[in-house]
């Protein structure tokens, strides 16, 4: 499967801009997808995934409560809504399907076999 993240860009702290990660010539409704970030320097860090029916989601501690993972499988499609951004989310956000995509979703890297390209969030403060 062939993911593609967007919806990144310059944002103002505390803005709220929406990830999306979508598929082409395949769907996703077989998949947990995960979401993913990663800073200059630091390690990938795993911030919400979802099952492949969306009753199973998981929220990292430095997201809880500010980023909403959701998905619409009729669009081929998983959403990241990230609110009251700071500038340490500064990163490059990633999407990640694991084909075991019932139960309750992987919170590890390891888990995902297919990863998009990435899309870039900067925060300015």
């Known amino acids: 499967v062939q993911l593609q993240a967007s919806g990144g860009g310059l944002v103002q702290a505390g803005g709220s801009p929406r990830l999306s990660c979508a598929t082409s010539g395949s769907t996703l409704d077989y998949y947990a997808i995960g979401w993913f970030r990663q800073a200059p320097g630091k390690e990938r860090e795993g911030l919400s995934c979802?099952?492949?029916?969306?009753?199973?989601?998981v929220y990292a501690d430095s997201v809880k409560g500010r980023f909403t993972i959701s998905r619409d499988n009729a669009k081929n499609t998983v959403y990241l809504q990230m609110n009251s951004l700071k500038p340490e989310d500064t990163a490059v956000y990633y999407c990640g399907a694991d084909p075991r995509g019932g139960g309750w979703p992987a919170r590890t890297a390891l888990a995902y076999a297919y990863w998009g390209q990435g899309t870039l969030v900067t925060v300015s403060s």
């Open positions: 979802i099952s492949n029916s969306g009753d199973n989601t």
